[in-house]
């Protein structure tokens, strides 16, 4: 168990005082085993009770800490403090706008992940007694990558197209109900494509790539945005070129 | 929200993108084998008159080039979006027109061919 | 949210936003790659002209390619044209995952296939033109 003494540099905000955010400087004691997120809470308990963030599960099952350490988006959790020298800087999830120190406003993905509707859309409903929907294991492994999506919104904090055009659905929500198309229980692709495959969903995508490089749980929302670009112009054309096959 | 229709221009950009992946490395390495000392026999005036003025041949550099043009100019379209031009449909119009314009041109050239 | 105080939002910058990290400089070197593309269909619309305009204006054409500046404009598209498609071919198990029964193919496999694709197209073009 061996002892340093960590730099860290956080971003501060207090709406009530503050019309803008400023850096504050921390002598964090830390141990070598820790990640970013014990160096917060050492702050927080120890040094400056005032210092406000979001997290839980000290896991990265959560999603909840989501920040901006040396500029890139990182679960607070996982950032080792082996793998960092110098002084550590911590800002609040890049694109979001900050409600106090390190805490976002998250409200803009929250209503776009319920617009995609994320959840089974079965074709006809079924009494408990019809019993289970059944899947096998090759059309589970079809869409299981991306049920592993915690919510994070680190793809976002990575995507300069949401940064550029906050209208944009963006990576996590659009893999989601792309998880939910893939799924063979599933009927409710048609409604989801109308938000999706609008100019605002995944059109705004340029393949950058950034969101599958940073997500901590290996999602690959980029992978899963070219997937919906390919079956959205299919559609397209039988939509458009083969006027009798609606759908 | 109503479906976009960008899947027209995207779906020819992502063949277009394939078309060039595959061929413009070698189309160039192609045209540059003279400058080394090496005529490769297609590109004599006789030889590329033949091959440009067959149905197969004319067909086959219409459609590469079309693919090719239409690739670079939706490309161009977001780049420029990324470089900060925000005049989006003027940039639509400007670029898609070019590569229509281009397209023409192909056609014209090789059937004067 | 009145409750807490107002929000702050941090702008971005619509220039210059690529410099904030190597991987958007990345992306953008991929991008650019378009204009060296349409130059190259330049070339080869020009060369159209050329030898439909006949066999003097072919050779002098041909002959303007082999100039150092020919073949230095050559080189420079080709160095973007082989990002392009290297950039291209790395992100096809992206966006066509292949799934065989249970399993996806390893992403490799697809990359692979598409190179070995590539070079077997590079080699036919050069046999068909003569060059061997």
Not at chain 2, 5 to 15: M, T
Not at chain 2, 16 to 26: D, K, M
Not at chain 2, 58 to 65: D, E, K, M, Q, T
Request: contains cysteine; aromatic residues 12%.
């Amino acid at each position: 168990m061996s002892e340093r003494i960590v730099e860290l540099e956080v971003l501060r905000f207090n709406p009530e005082t503050d019309s803008e955010p400023r850096f504050q400087r921390y002598s964090v004691p830390c141990m070598n085993e820790w990640v970013v997120l014990d160096a917060l809470n050492h702050v927080k308990e120890s040094i400056d009770p005032t210092l406000s963030y979001r997290w839980s599960c000290h896991m990265a099952v959560c999603g909840s800490c989501g920040m901006m350490i040396n500029g890139e988006p990182k679960l607070a959790c996982k950032a080792f403090l082996r793998e960092y020298e110098g002084v550590i800087r911590v800002e609040p999830l890049a694109h979001f706008p900050i409600q106090r120190d390190l805490v976002t406003v998250i409200d803009d993905f929250v209503t776009k992940l319920k617009r995609v509707k994320p959840y089974l859309i079965p074709k006809e409903d079924q009494p408990v007694e019809a019993g289970e929907f059944w899947q096998s294991p090759a059309e589970l492994k079809r869409y299981k990558q991306y049920t592993l999506c915690i919510n994070c919104m680190l793809c976002y904090a990575a995507c300069p197209e949401y940064g550029l055009v906050p209208k944009f659905i963006g990576p996590a929500a659009i893999t989601l109900a792309h998880r939910y198309n893939e799924d063979s229980r599933d009927s409710g692709r048609e409604e989801r494509q109308q938000e999706i495959a609008s100019n605002e969903g995944v059109w705004e995508c340029s393949f950058v790539g950034a969101c599958s490089e940073v997500c901590p749980e290996h999602v690959d929302p980029a992978g899963a945005l070219q997937q919906v670009k390919i079956k959205s112009t299919v559609d397209w054309y039988q939509e458009h070129l083969l006027p009798g096959s609606k759908k | 929200m109503a479906k976009s229709n960008k899947p027209i221009v995207w779906g020819l950009f992502a063949a277009g993108g394939t078309v060039t992946a595959f061929l413009t490395p070698v189309l160039l390495l192609l045209t540059l084998l003279p400058a080394f000392g090496v005529m490769p026999g297609l590109l004599s005036y006789d030889n590329l008159r033949g091959f440009a003025g067959h149905w197969f041949g004319r067909l086959l550099v219409f459609g590469i080039l079309f693919l090719m043009l239409w690739h670079a100019a939706h490309r161009l379209r977001v780049t420029l979006h990324d470089f900060g031009v925000r005049a989006d449909g003027l940039v639509a119009v400007a670029v898609y027109l070019a590569a229509a314009a281009g397209t023409v041109a192909t056609g014209y050239f090789l059937l004067r061919i | 949210m009145s409750a807490h105080g107002k929000p702050y939002v941090r702008e971005v910058s619509r220039y210059g936003w690529f410099f904030r990290s190597p991987r958007y400089l990345r992306y953008m070197a991929r991008e650019v790659t378009c204009v060296f593309i349409g130059l190259h269909a330049l070339i080869l619309i020009m060369a159209l002209m050329r030898l439909s305009q006949g066999r003097e204006a072919w050779e002098v054409f041909l002959a303007n390619l082999t100039r150092p500046a020919g073949v230095a404009l050559q080189l420079l598209i080709l160095v973007f044209a082989v990002y392009h498609s290297t950039s291209w071919f790395n992100v096809t198990p992206k966006a066509m995952p292949v799934q065989i029964g249970e399993n996806f193919l390893p992403g490799a496999v697809i990359v692979a296939a598409h190179y070995a694709g590539w070079l077997v197209a590079s080699v036919a073009v050069l046999f068909l033109a003569g060059v061997f």
